[in-house]
């Protein structure tokens, strides 16, 4: 302008959610409603409003511009012309002040706050993106635009700035569109996809564990062949027959615990450590119980005795090595004790 000073378009408020600090230091969280930001009696009260350089603070601790302070805060004021622009409340900005004006065209005094009073609603709701708040804010009535010193945010958000055309136009059109609560939208749906993320995640590892879990158990089932079963039932008959002989309940016991309740009941010496015994030391003990005279035995006797109608060419013949007869009778012994005829005995 002629004298110094510049008019410029600025947008200084729009319906958010702003945040306060209490005295005892909690936040308190206030929306304004798009239909109190525009409702036209609101936007009449910042017709000629100071503009000042952050918020004043007057030494009696309010921050309202008064006819005895606008003097030494003011640096310009607003048009009268007060409009909507898009989702934001717009005026032509006067900076009268030098500084201010060396400030502006700097880019260092760009964002814009608003000061205003309202009556507060302390009824908390929870807004259509689900963000709650403890209040809303109607009726404003404004009293002065800030210029926000560098550090300082707007308590509506970046998109409250002067429109600087050729100085910054670009930038501004840029941030113009960005809405604070679009950003706290934005934050929240991405915490929601961060957890849903790690949920599947942890999904995946259980998925893994019952797909090895289901390998695990067809490869034991497949090792259960038809002759595999018919064996597993002839022998889980023979040993509960033993029981009912020793006076035992084989039912709701397996194989292996019904034989050690056997080895207890007939060797009480025994009843403490049947528990570490293996399956072939069971089925020994079963095999002295039958009392059954072992055809190894013999046929190691038999060899072992000489036989005096034997020829020379029967001597020549080599006889079997003492491991190889221990092994021959320990392996007929496990099953002896399976033979029906004793066990009918």
């Known amino acids: 302008m002629p004298d110094g000073s510049i008019k410029v378009v600025g947008r200084f408020a729009h319906s958010c959610v702003t945040a306060y600090r209490n005295p005892d230091g909690s936040v308190r969280k206030e929306y304004r409603p798009k239909q109190e930001v525009f409702k036209p009696a609101s936007m009449a009260t910042f017709a000629g409003a100071p503009i000042t350089i952050n918020h004043p603070v007057m030494p009696d601790g309010t921050r309202l511009v008064t006819a005895n302070s606008w003097k030494s805060v003011a640096v310009g004021h607003l048009g009268d012309n007060i409009r909507e622009d898009g989702e934001h409340v717009a005026a032509d900005f006067y900076i009268r002040d030098a500084a201010a004006v060396k400030g502006v065209k700097s880019g260092d005094y760009r964002k814009l706050s608003a000061g205003y009073q309202v009556d507060y609603d302390p009824t908390p709701t929870t807004l259509p993106n689900g963000e709650r708040v403890d209040g809303i804010q109607r009726n404003m009535r404004g009293n002065h635009v800030a210029l926000c010193p560098p550090g300082m945010s707007p308590r509506g958000g970046p998109s409250c700035e002067l429109r600087l055309d050729a100085e910054g136009n670009e930038l501004t059109a840029l941030n113009s569109g960005v809405d604070q609560n679009d950003i706290d939208a934005l934050k929240a749906e991405v915490a929601t ?103 190894s035995l013999a046929s190691a006797v038999s060899v072992v005795v000489a036989d005096p109608t034997r020829t020379d060419a029967q001597e020549d013949k080599p006889l079997p090595k003492a491991h190889e007869l221990y092994e021959k009778h320990a392996a007929e012994s496990r099953n002896a004790w399976k033979n029906k005829g004793d066990l009918a005995r």
């Open 193 to 295: 996809l961060k957890s849903d993320l790690d949920k599947t995640r942890t999904d995946a590892v259980a998925i893994t564990k019952l797909e090895k879990d289901l390998t695990d158990a067809r490869a034991a089932l497949a090792e259960f062949t038809p002759e595999r079963l018919d064996a597993m039932v002839a022998d889980r008959a023979e040993v509960c027959a033993v029981a009912t002989a020793a006076g035992v309940d084989p039912k709701g016991k397996s194989t292996l615990a019904v034989k050690r309740a056997i080895v207890a009941k007939r060797t009480p010496r025994l009843a403490e450590r049947v528990d570490a015994m293996d399956a072939a030391s069971l089925d020994a003990c079963l095999a002295v119980y039958a009392e059954t005279p072992h055809a």
